[in-house]
């Protein structure tokens, strides 16, 4: 077999490397850079090539900007040797070694010490010298290369990633801004080692990320925000995409996109701050209104009741005096609900005189209450507020849907932390199928203004579980 058809054998898809002959004699380049350029320069693919003293007398423009090392920049006149050294492992560089000491061709598939990289070719040309030919991931074109080398600013980084079993996941290589995005990082490790990455994801938003991820193996795609935590305790918010990236590809293979949303969601989060105390004071004069306004026209029509003349049919009157009686009820009920003036004397005072107040008003549904000892004086005035919407919310939503008979609600620590349970024994739901309502949707906004992490269950024929931790 001749040398020619050995090459073509190596690397059906280099046929240029027949048209390369003529452009090289000996240890010279007979043919220009531009022409090598025209053959070569915008492959997306690393080429180089090798003289017969090992040197290199070309790369073009994708071998350039590979960036293999920071203190090390391959250029004309650079042994091969060092080149190679610093993107194959030990096993493939004395394969390659051998094969280069031999004149002979090989192709590497595996040993690769940077993670972008997928083959390697080493084709034998007529100078006794070689050419190099890098197959590159095909997600790291030179355009992408150079977007976030002279735009690292930017707020957007991407990674590529496998799904492992245990609910791990794998980085198989980031973009090349990826350290300005997190300086905090060891990029090392990051690519080395299993969940370093997601070791940085608030603890509150890790459970959720990690279920979402391993949910794109039944779902095309996958948009969510978390925060990431830095070495000083400092969080930033980020909104992620990820997606399969190519049908070709292998089936655990997956690319996600980062943006720095930070000022973004902070905006979001002070507006919808915003707009719960805008509603919140509302719902505050409207109880001041009823409770000065309807209610004392109420008291006062009660007393011209009791003082009708013995002649009037007693019947009516007592018919009347009973429905006042329970308007009055019912509207210190809503002047409660709307602004509970207890939560001044803390959120165990509030939630006790609650679900005692739910007691006294509901024949259908028994009220349980517990509270182990637990160092709530110190939660702020805006915090116990939330926290006590939301169980009001879930006590309102048992009432009108879960046709239970009790409805339970425990305070107690766990790991240095507040954890507030509330829990009915109705009839459940399907919570893949709830459409979420307004009073749903508000419960977890009210658990991101509390700072808390909501977890709701519930099943069919169990009832529903309501879990606060903050």
Excluded at 180 to 186: H, I, T
Aim: glycine share 6%.
């Amino acid at each position: 077999m001749s040398r020619e058809q050995a090459v073509y054998k190596i690397d059906e898809t280099t046929e240029d490397i027949f048209r390369l002959q003529r452009l090289v004699k000996g240890s010279v380049l007979t043919g220009s850079n531009q022409e090598l350029d025209s053959f070569f320069g915008d492959l997306k693919s690393a080429i180089i090539i090798v003289d017969s003293e090992f040197k290199i007398m070309y790369l073009n423009n994708t071998a350039v900007n590979l960036n293999i090392d920071k203190d090390f920049e391959a250029e004309k006149g650079t042994l091969v040797i060092d080149f190679v050294k610093k993107i194959l492992g030990r096993n493939a560089l004395i394969n390659f070694y051998e094969n280069l000491i031999n004149r002979t061709g090989v192709i590497i598939e595996e040993g690769f010490a940077l993670t972008r990289i997928e083959k390697l070719y080493l084709n034998p040309i007529s100078n006794d010298g070689f050419v190099i030919k890098i197959l590159l991931d095909e997600l790291y074109t030179v355009s992408a290369a150079n977007l976030f080398r002279y735009f690292p600013a930017m707020p957007i980084g991407y990674f590529g990633f496998d799904l492992l079993a245990s609910k791990k996941v794998s980085l198989r290589f980031v973009s090349d801004n990826f350290a300005m995005l997190f300086p905090f990082m060891d990029m090392e490790r990051v690519i080395g080692e299993d969940n370093y990455f997601l070791n940085f994801i608030h603890d509150e938003d890790r459970p959720e990320l990690l279920v979402k991820i391993q949910g794109l193996k039944k779902k095309p795609a996958l948009l969510t925000e978390f925060r990431i935590v830095n070495d000083e305790g400092q969080e930033h918010w980020y909104q992620l995409i990820a997606s399969k990236f190519s049908e070709k590809t292998e089936k655990n293979f997956w690319l996600a996109y980062l943006e720095d949303i930070h000022d973004k969601k902070i905006a979001a989060l002070e507006r919808e701050k915003l707009v719960h105390e805008t509603l919140d004071d509302e719902r505050h004069r409207m109880s001041m209104e009823l409770h000065d306004g309807l209610g004392q026209n109420l008291v006062a029509l009660n007393l011209y009741l009791s003082s009708l003349s013995s002649d009037v049919d007693q019947s009516l009157t007592d018919t009347c005096k009973k429905l006042t009686l329970d308007s009055i009820m019912m509207m210190k009920s809503m002047c409660y609900n709307l602004a509970p003036p207890d939560l001044d004397k803390g959120l165990l005072y509030a939630l006790d005189v609650f679900f005692g107040k739910s007691n006294e008003h509901s024949a259908l549904i028994t009220y349980h209450f517990t509270a182990k000892k637990v160092p709530l004086k110190q939660l702020s005035h805006e915090r116990s507020y939330n926290v006590f919407r939301i169980v009001q919310e879930f006590v309102t939503n048992a009432q009108k849907y879960a046709s239970c008979s009790n409805v339970h609600c425990e305070i107690s620590m766990r790991n240095q932390k507040t954890v507030l349970m509330v829990h009915d024994d109705g009839q459940g739901f399907d919570l893949s199928n709830v459409k979420g309502g307004f009073g749903l949707k508000n419960m977890y906004k009210r658990a991101k203004l509390a700072d808390a992490n909501m977890e709701l269950s519930s099943k069919i024929g169990e009832g529903t579980l309501l879990v606060l931790e903050f």
